[in-house]
């Protein structure tokens, strides 16, 4: 049995995100990375500089938020799969913070989609019920 841990898996708010993205001291791909899981419902809008895949690259970053539509199912078991896959299987010792955007992607753009250093690529007609009736 090994006696390594897997480090809890932390759950950020949108706010909490917010603000780091809006830190402009914090690089993307250097400081933190968003990693978005979303499969054919990535389209229609996206967290500025996330990746849509992951990357066996991303270990040295110091923070990772994994998120999916809902951050309900996708997103927790891909932080999970990755906190195991690193700390259990590769041996990777770290300081790295694995977290998953709360309520995911959906309650993210449902406050931030008029606001373009929060939201790329964004479609109305895909994520509000209201367009075109």
């Known amino acids: 049995m090994s006696s ?4 809890s898996i932390e759950y950020i708010n949108r706010d909490e995100l917010k ?8 690089i993307p791909g250097k400081d933190y990375l968003v990693v978005d899981v979303r499969d054919d419902d990535y389209e229609g809008g996206n967290i500025p500089n996330c990746i849509n895949r992951q ?10 938020i994994f998120t ?19 700390f259990l299987n590769k041996g990777i010792k770290t300081d790295q913070k694995v977290q998953v ?5 959906e309650g993210w ?5 008029d606001d373009p250093e929060l939201v790329e690529n ?8 209201d367009y075109n009736q």
Not at 55 to 64: F, L, N, T, V
Not at 70 to 86: D, F, H, M, N, Q
Request: hydrophobic share 25%.
């Open 4 to 7: 390594k841990t897997i480090p």
């Open 19 to 26: 603000d780091l993205i809006k830190d402009k001291s914090k």
């Open 55 to 64: 990357s066996s690259k991303i270990h040295d970053i110091p923070q990772i």
């Open 68 to 86: 999916c539509a809902l951050s309900k199912a996708r997103g927790p078991k891909c932080a999970r799969i990755y906190s195991e896959e690193l």
């Open 101 to 105: 955007l709360k309520n995911g992607f």
């Open 109 to 113: 753009q449902s406050n931030y989609k």
């Open 122 to 129: 964004y479609n109305k007609e895909i994520w509000d019920p």
